[in-house]
């Protein structure tokens, strides 16, 4: 074991108010940060500007704040930190690792191979410089044949081959922005981040974000992915879809117990009606990550709203 203190944290993107999914990760990732007396950090992930939703990050602090579910430091802005991005991406193309790729989302669909799991896999139409006349849009990672293996905290032992399940991914994408991939991996590196707890819907990303590190030269973050919270069969509850409104003003406790319970622990009875900085300290105690369920297709939630 690593004596080494666990920096933890959550990244809501402030699409929307806290629906339980991300109650879930910000519950999972709080108590697996501080139980062995480890850093929970906070940011916020509006990197985005057209999908961010107007006062969501607001409402998204002020739950947690009602939750106690009380972060370190300052709140990292992903908005602010372009210039951060344009660093890293400056670093990996000195490295030889980054082309300009001159396709339409069209274009890379007609020629893809077969679509993958993630979306179609690049054909690597611009690898080798972009064909005269083309403009280029976006900018991209060469990605190799080798396998990307990790142990997930819940999943267990995974591999991806980059080259088969995604080609060479966005790392800046048409319209400027710079791609989410890029994102965590730069503001993980620059915040200290060890372990990654998130839901299982960013399984996939993993290797992509694994990729980038090695490429970066950083230390790997240790993942725990956890199960989804689904509104019905095959739908994860999100707040793009018919959000769940839930009351963090009146049902703190009550949303806590019930991320805990989620998450396989065995709230005990004695704790019923309990505050959440009693449940929260119970948690940081007891949470055992064995006992996280682990469901691939996500979670049925049957009992909200609240
Ligand atoms: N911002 C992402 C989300 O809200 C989470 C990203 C991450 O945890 O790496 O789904």
Redesign the pocket.
């Known amino acids: 074991m690593s004596t080494e203190q666990v920096v933890g944290r959550f990244?809501?993107?402030p699409t929307g108010p806290l629906h339980f999914g991300?109650l879930i990760a910000a519950v999972g990732s709080y108590c697996l940060a501080r139980r062995n007396g480890g850093k929970w950090l906070l940011r916020m992930?509006d990197l985005d500007p057209p999908r961010v939703v107007p006062g969501a990050a607001d409402e998204i602090l002020s739950a947690l704040d009602n939750l106690e579910l009380h972060w370190d430091g300052e709140v990292v802005w992903q908005s602010q930190r372009t210039e951060a991005y344009a660093e890293a991406v400056e670093k990996l193309r000195q490295r030889g690792l980054v082309f300009d790729c001159a396709c339409s989302r069209k274009e890379i669909l007609l020629s893809a191979p077969h679509p993958g799991e993630n979306g179609p896999i690049y054909p690597g139409t611009c690898r080798t410089g972009l064909r005269p006349g083309r403009k280029p849009r976006a900018l991209r990672i060469e990605v190799n044949k080798e396998q990307v293996c990790f142990s997930d905290g819940v999943f267990g032992p995974l591999q991806q081959i980059l080259s088969e399940a995604v080609g060479d991914f966005v790392l800046r994408r048409a319209d400027g922005l710079f791609a989410y991939q890029l994102a965590?991996v730069v503001d993980d590196e620059a915040a200290g981040i060890n372990q990654?707890v998130?839901?299982a819907d960013?399984l996939s990303s993993t290797p992509r974000q694994i990729f980038l590190h090695a490429c970066l030269g950083n230390p790997v973050p240790e993942y725990v992915h956890l199960p989804l919270a689904m509104e019905e069969e095959g739908k994860k509850i999100s707040k793009r879809h018919g959000p769940v409104q839930l009351d963090y003003d009146h049902n703190a406790a009550e949303l806590i117990a019930r991320s805990l319970r989620f998450l396989g622990q065995t709230v005990p009875g004695s704790l019923q009606g309990a505050p959440p900085k009693e449940l929260l300290a119970w948690a940081i105690q007891n949470f055992d990550q064995r006992k996280i369920p682990v469901a691939a297709e996500g979670l049925m939630v049957t009992d909200l709203p609240l």
Do not use: K
């Open positions: 990244a809501p993107s991300s992930e965590v990654v998130r839901g960013l």
